[in-house]
């Protein structure tokens, strides 16, 4: 086991270019796991280790934006797509710098040319399912009609994929196995994965993902979400919006998640963990390879 103090280190390739005009950033990085003395239900006495949650200001051109309780694992990658997700940035050449310093657990976002109509913009919020932060701005559900993923023949995925993507998630160093109570989230193209990051949310996860696939201009069209936490339907948006078409998750859908899915022709995978797994929507992309059913076991009595 690695020092609590010791980070875990996500999957960010170095050898990946960033885009032209990309802002500078901080690395900031804190404890992500702290020990502490427990009672056990034997009566004995013994430590554990449990994540770090700390908030972190979001301040845009010197303009206080939000506060997101997060575990603090890329926390320049996770303002860049919260902005990015939140439509509040096009392109992260429009921001110059994000600055993070825990000490005052802030971070200072300085754009280029100002976000246009910022007050108006971030005015209207919907209250979502969101662990650790989940609010969407009210405008965000209105665009997705404009919302465009590739055509089926470009993004497909089978049965064998699918079962090395979850091998692969089951075998990653976890926050997770050590600690419980965070959410992991994780880019793949095909059975590799690209990107792995926790925290005490699932939002923060995907909008951490988002910050670096914005960064290095990675594009979606081929790629599949995977993500520990419940589809919901900001889930679902937030995926569509950085343009990959596949979601898997180890938990289930929701209602709206699921309705949501089916309009913008996402696949959507859910209780997605070993062999077993449910297609919801989107079985075009999806080549089967079903398992052989098994045999019901008959118990012959004396």
């Known amino acids: 086991m690695a020092p609590p103090g010791e980070a875990l280190q996500s999957i960010r390739p170095a050898e990946w270019p960033t885009v032209p005009g990309a802002p500078l950033l901080t690395k900031a ?3 992500l ?9 034997y009566g004995e006495q013994r430590t554990i280790l449990i994540p770090v949650e700390r908030p972190l200001t979001v301040f845009v051109d010197k303009r206080e934006l939000v506060t997101l309780m997060t575990l603090g694992q890329l926390p320049e990658l996770l303002v860049l797509g919260y902005l990015r997700n939140q439509r509040l940035i096009e392109r992260v050449d429009q921001v110059e710098s994000i600055t993070v310093d825990w000490e005052v657990e802030a971070a200072a976002v300085r754009t280029r040319a100002g976000v246009h109509d910022l007050e108006a913009r971030t005015a209207r919020r919907v209250v979502t399912t969101g662990c650790g932060q989940g609010t969407v701005y009210g405008d965000l559900m209105e665009k997705i009609d404009h919302v465009r993923l590739p055509d089926p023949s470009v993004a ?13 998630v089951r075998q990653q160093d976890t926050i997770h196995r050590r600690a419980g109570s965070v959410h992991g989230c994780a880019l793949f193209r095909g059975a590799e994965m690209l990107m792995f990051v926790e925290d005490v949310g699932r939002h923060n996860a995907i909008d ?4 670096w696939m914005a960064l290095h201009g990675i594009d979606g069209a081929d790629k ?6 419940r589809l919901t339907s900001e889930m679902v948006m937030k995926s569509a ?3 990959v078409p596949i979601i898997v998750s180890r938990n289930g859908v929701t209602a709206m998640g699921y309705e949501l899915a089916r309009r913008l022709g996402i696949t959507l995978f859910g209780r997605a963990a070993n ?3 449910l297609c919801y929507t989107g079985l075009e992309r999806f080549d089967s390879e079903p398992e052989p059913q098994r045999a019901p076991v008959r118990v012959v009595s004396g």
């Open 241 to 243: 919006q950085i343009g």
């Open 275 to 277: 062999r077993h797994f």
């Open 224 to 229: 599949v979400f995977f993500t520990t936490g």
């Open 29 to 31: 990085r804190g404890e």
């Open 156 to 168: 497909h995925i089978s049965q064998g994929t699918l079962r090395r993507m979850l091998e692969a």
């Open 208 to 211: 951490t993902i988002a910050g």
């Open 33 to 41: 796991l702290h020990e502490i003395a427990i009672l056990d239900e």
